[in-house]
């Protein structure tokens, strides 16, 4: 079963920190990209950042220098590092599974996207 799930949100302070985790499952065969983005309400979805399936983090500026992203194949998981959270982060996360490439047998079609339900981060001053 293809599933991503979040977990880690919570209410910070200004300037506090967060750790998120997403867990990617049902991906044995492939090699995938797995992303954060992140949505306000009356807003739309938008990136965060990400680790592609060779490993390259890449990052949306509003949180460059701010947030980081590390990726761990062995326990299929991505992690989203939040320092200096500011009032315009509180938002529902969500984690994206996407397959780039799966192994000879594994049509990467049995493969779609697969979002998490996401996890709420609120900042408050």
């Known amino acids: 079963q293809l599933q991503a799930v979040e977990s880690g949100g919570g209410s910070v302070n200004i300037g506090g920190s967060l750790k998120l985790t997403c867990k990617a499952s049902?991906?044995?065969?492939?090699?995938?990209?797995m992303t954060w983005y992140r949505q306000a309400p009356g807003t739309e979805r938008e990136f965060v950042a990400g680790v592609d399936a060779v490993g390259n983090p890449t990052y949306a500026n509003s949180v460059k220098g701010r947030f980081t992203v590390s990726r761990d194949n062995t326990k299929t998981t991505l992690d989203l590092s939040m320092n200096r959270l500011q009032l315009e982060d509180t938002a529902t996360y969500f984690c994206k599974v996407h397959a780039r490439e799966c192994e000879v047998g594994y049509p990467i079609s049995r493969y779609p996207d697969t979002w998490g339900l996401g996890t709420r981060v609120t900042v408050s001053s």
């Open positions: 049902g991906y044995l065969f492939c090699m995938y990209d």
